[in-house]
């Protein structure tokens, strides 16, 4: 008996008794229903069949009633191997029909095969008659339609639980995977960069918001170790603490320095977690990192602006109390040298204090540029012009060694600016830039227009949105380091030789470019030269206004009453001496308090109120609104070391005021007093 018809409708049940028999060295063929195998034993007859009961198109039983009747196959033994037992009368039924044996699923691969040795070895030695079929065809469908209703029944109550439990599985797989989804949503599209590694710090998995901040590629990641991102930045104790703290299963967290593929670092919340199996071994780690690069440096930003502020306010401070002093000296020199005979020796030393009170009264203009104290006069200009007329002067600022390069975008690049001012930001840099390059070199200057975009300001962390005139200065020196370019706007700041520099020209290049509400960056290597770029917000053009020529004329008189309020009793008396020296009357106060006073006792003589803008009891402000109450009509005019700016009328209601800084000139102080009387 070598060969072995097996009739089975599961494909995974064909499959476990083919290998069963054929390692017991049978040969095995098979079909998935009763038609499919009388067709095979009609082609090949084989020498033993063993078939299930419930099966598509002809079913077991029906099977071995016609195997039974047929002339052709009655004799080979028929063997029932089903699972689809139902009682006793399944099995009688089965053997009525004609079968041989009838074996109830599921039995132990050995004991199945002992079953059918045991079969094999008795049929040989004992062949069974030929049993008879039911004796009438109506026996034998009712027989059959009570078993098959029976095992049927039996199979829905299966098939039911069967259903059942199907359907909580896939309840409960549904939500199993929409719980996956989430979380894998959570790290795919997550904000934070996530990193999983084995416990030897070799990658095995980085979310896109990782490769976004990183810039390499899934593949160039893969099974390298963590380690290839570090930087210098990053002192190695808190590696060492932070591998420390997750060996011994504990969450770590902390700020590293990492490198990005360009080589830049970029800084990060780093918390690393030890990650578990089902049995409690830590088996990776994952990294979740918050890119904090962009924090850092508004932080930085704000640092720096505080602290440029706090000395902004400092230098505003100090250039008042100088612009005093300076006004006393100036004034008093003045009167000095117009009072002296036109051979007298000291005549030539007074000169020279008024030259050198003129420089001094230019670092405190510089100081108030930089604290943005400095009272502008704003025009409206194409920056390319503004350039190109400034060459001259720099071909005789700049040594015959050093190239100059002018590149000026096409077209109007309209801006609002005090063409004073923005010539001296160039002129300070192109002084910056001789020094840096004793040897020669080029001096380069662009104009272009650039779009400022929210993308732009979210990555550079400055700027506003809106068109730009932008002005490229550079030039091929020494270069700066990193430290010298972090302390390069800082006011006193200098890397020339002592004597060599106030240490205040980019403070106030800084000063001015804020003032015009515009950005200025550095960019510099040591070596290779130094680049500035400065943006000015671009404005709708408008016509220039003509200047009024003004004629020479000489020191003007007057004979009309002034009041003057000023705390400094030297300034003071210097007016005084200045005014009544020209037919004025002076009545003087010491402060906004007086002054008040004065003015209510003499409001109907007094024509002209000359004030001081920082006084004790009250200021010049305040001094201004009580006056201009008591009499809408008098005249006044502002005197301070601060810049009109400082003064802040516009919050008041009365707007015909004027202004003179100081240091003045004795001549300047007398022309303006006419000036404000006549008009």
């Known amino acids: 008996m070598k060969n072995i018809l097996i009739v089975d409708d599961i494909a995974e049940n064909r499959y476990v008794l083919e290998k069963m028999l054929e390692a017991q060295q049978l040969k095995v063929t098979s079909a998935e229903n009763g038609k499919a195998a009388l067709d095979a034993a009609y082609a090949d007859p084989p020498d033993l069949v063993i078939s299930d009961i419930l099966m598509p198109v002809m079913d077991g039983y029906a099977l071995c009633k016609t195997w039974k009747a047929d002339e052709r196959l009655k004799h080979i033994p028929f063997i029932f191997y089903t699972a689809t037992y139902t009682g006793p009368r399944d099995e009688a039924f089965a053997i009525k029909l004609g079968a041989d044996r009838f074996i109830i699923k599921p039995q132990e691969p050995k004991v199945f095969v002992e079953l059918l040795k045991e079969f094999i070895t008795e049929e040989f030695n004992h062949p069974s008659e030929n049993k008879q079929p039911l004796g009438s065809e109506m026996e034998y469908f009712r027989q059959y339609n009570a078993i098959l209703f029976n095992k049927l029944e039996k199979k829905v109550a299966e098939l039911e639980q069967v259903n059942q439990r199907l359907n909580q599985e896939i309840d409960e797989r549904k939500r199993a995977e929409e719980k996956l989804l989430s979380l894998t949503q959570a790290v795919e599209e997550g904000p934070a960069a996530i990193i999983l590694t084995d416990l030897n710090g070799v990658i095995e998995y980085v979310n896109p918001k990782f490769l976004q901040v990183s810039g390499y590629s899934d593949q160039e990641l893969m099974g390298k170790n963590v380690s290839f991102l570090k930087t210098p930045e990053t002192h190695f104790d808190v590696y060492n603490d932070m591998w420390a703290a997750i060996k011994s299963d504990n969450v770590w967290r902390g700020e590293l320095c990492n490198k990005r593929k360009d080589g830049e670092m970029f800084w990060v919340h780093l918390t690393m977690s030890p990650l578990k199996n089902a049995d409690g071994v830590i088996t990776k780690f994952m990294a979740i990192m918050e890119d904090t690069t962009e924090r850092r440096q508004l932080e930085a930003q704000l640092r720096q602006s505080q602290k440029l502020e706090g000395i902004g306010q400092l230098a505003g401070g100090v250039a008042h109390d100088f612009n005093n002093i300076l006004t006393a000296i100036i004034g008093y020199a003045y009167l000095a040298y117009l009072n002296m005979q036109k051979d007298d020796p000291l005549k030539e030393h007074i000169k020279h204090i008024l030259d050198y009170s003129e420089k001094a009264a230019t670092i405190t203009k510089s100081l108030l540029a930089f604290s943005r104290q400095q009272t502008t006069h704003p025009a409206h200009f194409n920056l390319n012009d503004l350039v190109s007329n400034f060459q001259k002067l720099l071909r005789h600022l700049l040594r015959e060694n050093i190239e100059i390069q002018t590149k000026c975008a096409d077209g109007i690049l309209s801006v609002l600016v005090d063409q004073v001012q923005i010539e001296q930001v160039i002129m300070n840099l192109a002084t910056n830039a001789r020094d840096a390059m004793p040897q020669g070199g080029s001096f380069i200057i662009t104009t272009s227009q650039v779009e400022l975009h929210d993308e732009f300001i979210k990555t550079h962390g400055y700027g506003k949105a809106g068109s730009y005139a932008e002005i490229t200065v550079a030039d091929t020196g020494i270069g700066m380091d990193q430290e010298t370019q972090e302390k390069i706007f800082d006011p006193f700041f200098t890397t020339k030789e002592q004597g060599k520099g106030t240490g205040l020209g980019m403070a106030i290049v800084y000063g001015i470019v804020k003032k015009h509400n515009g950005f200025i960056?550095?960019?510099?290597?040591?070596?290779?030269?130094?680049?500035?770029?400065?943006?000015?917000?671009?404005?709708?053009?408008?016509?220039?206004?003509?200047?009024?020529?003004?004629?020479?004329?000489?020191?003007?008189?007057?004979?009309?009453?002034?009041?003057?309020?000023?705390?400094?009793?030297?300034?003071?008396?210097?007016?005084?001496?200045?005014?009544?020296?020209?037919?004025?009357?002076?009545?003087?106060?010491?402060?906004?308090?007086?002054?008040?006073?004065?003015?209510?006792?003499?409001?109907?003589?007094?024509?002209?109120?000359?004030?001081?803008?920082?006084?004790?009891?009250?200021?010049?402000?305040?001094?201004?609104?009580?006056?201009?109450?008591?009499?809408?009509?008098?005249?006044?005019?502002?005197?301070?070391?601060?810049?009109?700016?400082?003064?802040?009328?516009?919050?008041?209601?009365?707007?015909?005021?004027?202004f003179l800084q100081k240091p003045v000139l004795p001549s300047n102080i007398l022309k303006k007093v006419r000036e404000v009387l006549d008009n």
């Open 521 to 658: 960056t550095v960019d510099s290597e040591l070596g290779k030269g130094t680049r500035y770029k400065i943006l000015l917000p671009i404005v709708r053009a408008a016509e220039p206004t003509e200047k009024k020529k003004t004629e020479g004329m000489a020191v003007p008189r007057g004979t009309e009453t002034i009041l003057i309020a000023e705390d400094d009793a030297g300034i003071r008396d210097l007016v005084t001496t200045i005014l009544t020296d020209h037919g004025y009357e002076v009545i003087g106060s010491a402060d906004g308090e007086e002054a008040i006073d004065r003015f209510s006792e003499n409001k109907e003589k007094v024509a002209l109120v000359m004030l001081d803008g920082i006084m004790p009891k009250k200021n010049g402000k305040e001094a201004y609104i009580e006056i201009k109450a008591l009499n809408p009509e008098v005249k006044v005019i502002f005197m301070s070391g601060y810049s009109e700016n400082m003064i802040d009328l516009e919050a008041t209601k009365f707007k015909d005021v004027h």
